[in-house]
């Protein structure tokens, strides 16, 4: 039964009111900033005469719909041809020319900041407004991204959208990555088959960790499913001359029911969705006539009406049968693990630029009175820069060498060179080395062994076995609990790997992934020394014919055990640091981009290793004590529990390409690139006594040891920097404090780890005189009440903004 508001908008599309069955061609066209070419090359090459075509054939065809799912070259055009400017407003304004996301990037959203990725859509949206577009899109569009967070629609609630598109989830069959038929996949256990084989539904309501929702459509045959409509052939791709043009009206009639064929079954509402928009492909000719064919000679036949919309014209339609459609929690990961460590620099280096911009934001934010409050255009430039790094194939990793060296490291360089220049300027006296008060902890060599005690814990370093820690008791009030370790830990491993950029070699077919060495069976140099408070523990040893240099420092009143690796991988290695504990656990709980959630140990692929943020813990009760081992990451995210109790953490990968069986490239993987560099691992480690993450405040303890790790020699600042804004609940951290980019005054982003609902009180260093609930992209939602200078905020999820007028 169709209701008065759904057939308004089928009325709107054109579909007439007996359609049974609906099918929607959405048109886009896929465009990486800076994949397999410099982004000056794909704009000289393709996206100046694909969004010439698009503008023209959106004039000739008045009913037509083509999606624009970034704003990177889009920009680049509207700055490049003025002429065109008028047009192009015009067209967006109208929603001929749609956007399905106001992001700077389609940005991944497993590896880079959550406020990196909040700020990629918010710079967006405000150069639209800036230019008379009045659009604000209410879907956003992730149709490459190699899996995506659990907490995307925490995400995208956060940042005011209510609908999402995604194409790669884990155990999907996706064309070229493969040698394994077709018919193997979905694999089992995986989303792609809980969707395919279980739910029977490419539409879904997506529930993050802590209740958001946004309802999401799946591309399961690809974000190019009908680029072929027209053509025969092998693909559209970079405008190669793989097919040709082919309109019969046989040959079009045929695609269309070969798509319903595909799509019928999985639809539990009258609508599917085939999307058009594979890599730099430039639109369809004369799209809506063709439709207008198929339908005049085909849907007395048929019973399937075809059109042109945009996806969230189609999710709206769907959305009147949102109670036909499951509900659930989706980790659509891992999809490929390979990229959560390839290129360690460009993760790295992102974290620590997006944690400087977050200080200086919040030193620019204690001071609104002077002549620093006027907009600092470095910090504008260098987040502007941090949004582009965000891209899928920039801080993935998955660029060939020649595009990392020639584009993307210089534009890191050019971010934190920004950024740095921007914090010297609020910093209001200069950084000196950040060494903690106090003595060091008490320590001794016995028989070659160093040993440690401190308030918190005692281990015992072996330089016989590779310089790594074969003891370590938790000690509370004195007394030693029992011994966490199963073997050797701050291991490092060799694996031999086959893998590439994106991949390790155990995730297809042919590949390989093996342990060939270890740290711990061959002797190392244990240097000591005391540095202020911190005892400094250096080690070094040689692994596959490298130098690796590990660096411990511990200090006296801390839990944590800061560590460091400098190192490079050999040719085709991948190189962990290994933690074997005596825990017997199957779960992981880590921070992730928008929340924190659990994770079990295995899923598809033996090992298996998972993005996280800045932490990971693993818990377990063991003869009436409840222990538990945190490992904090402050680059390359990935980590897993590789045997029953072995925690590791990825922190080297030196890999080219895919190959299977040691012969066969893969072809959807072109992109080549070595690492031969040697390059700074920052990890820690904690024991635990009781309780979970939140009872151990481990989001804190990261931020607290990453900000020492990107930070250092910064510690007044980041004293004063918290200071500035303040709330009265200990699971709710205030991570960003802001100008506004819309609007006027302060904005405020408050992080809530509390597994409940929380009304909090919210202090500025200052006056407030108003204040308003608002989303990720400065639109005011509710004002707040504020009282003797307090703002009163009512927390409901895992992220909220608020706007201060100060």
Known sequence: MIDADEGQLRQRLGIPEQARHVLVFGETSHWDPNWLFTSEQYYRLRIRSILQRVVHQLSREPRRVFSVESLFFFRMFWERQPELREQVRALVNSGQLRLTGSGV??????????????????????????????AE?????????????????????ALGFEQAGITRIDGMYFVGTDLRRRSRFPLPGSSAELLLNKLRSLDFVWRAPDGSEVLTHWNAFTYFQGDMLAHRGIIRWMGLPLRMSWRTVRHVARRIDGFVRQLQPLARTPYMFCPIGCDFIGPIPDLVPLLDRYNTAQYPRTGVWALNAGMDDYLDLVGFHRQALPALELDPNPYWMGFYASRPE?????????????????????????????????????????????????????SPDRVFHREQRPLLQRAEALTDRALERVCCERCGEDRPSGEPPSWRRVDQRVEVVTRHFALELDPAAGGCIVALQARQEGVLGPQLLAAPANDLVAYHDSGGLWRMGHEYLGGQFRERMRASTSPAEVEVAERGA?????????????????????EQDSPVIRMQLMGSAAPRRTI???????????????????GIVERPATKLYEPTFWPARTFAHMQHKQDDHDMGLSVFMGGPACVGITEAGVLECV????????????????????????????????????????????????????RALMRRVWL???????????????????????????????????????SSHSPRAVDLRLRYDGAVRQAWLCDARERDLAPLPVQQGEVLVPVRRALTSVRLLV
């Not at 990037?105 to 230019?131: F, N, S, V």
């Not at 630029?353 to 910090?379: F, M, N, P, Q, Y």
């Not at 009781?690 to 405040?697: C, I, K, M, V």
């Open 105 to 134: 990037t389609t940005p991944d959203t497993l590896l880079p900041a959550t406020e990196a990725i909040l700020r990629d859509y918010l710079l967006g949206q405000t150069w639209l407004e800036q230019q008379g577009m009045t």
């Open 137 to 157: 899109p209410r879907i956003a569009y992730l149709p490459d991204d190699f899996g995506h967070t659990p907490a995307l629609p925490a995400l995208l609630q």
């Open 346 to 398: 460009t993760k790295y280096r992102q974290n620590r630029i997006t944690c400087k911009l977050e200080l200086a934001e919040k030193l620019g934010a204690s001071d609104v009175s002077s002549e620093r409050a006027t907009r600092d255009h470095d910090l504008s430039d260098a987040w502007d820069l941090v949004a582009v790094s965000n891209h899928h194939d920039f801080i993935t990793g998955t």
């Open 534 to 554: 911190a005892l400094q523990l250096t080690i070094t040893s040689k692994l596959c014919g490298r130098t690796m240099r590990r660096r411990m420092w511990i």
């Open 576 to 594: 962990t640091c290994r933690f074997p504990t005596t825990l017997s656990t199957t779960q992981l709980t880590m921070d992730v981009p928008g």
């Open 651 to 702: 922190a080297l990968r030196n890999v080219h390409r895919e190959w299977a069986y040691g012969v066969f490239p893969l072809l959807a993987h072109p992109a080549t690139g070595r690492d031969p560099d040697e390059h700074r691992f920052e990890y820690g480690v904690c024991i635990s006594t009781a309780g979970d993450f939140r009872h151990n405040q481990l989001p804190l303890v990261a």
């Open 712 to 750: 250092p020699g910064r510690a007044r600042q980041c004293e004063r920097a918290e200071a500035v804004v303040t709330v009265d609940h200990d699971q709710v951290i205030v991570t960003t404090v802001k100008r506004a980019d819309r609007g006027q005054g302060l904005v405020v982003r408050l």
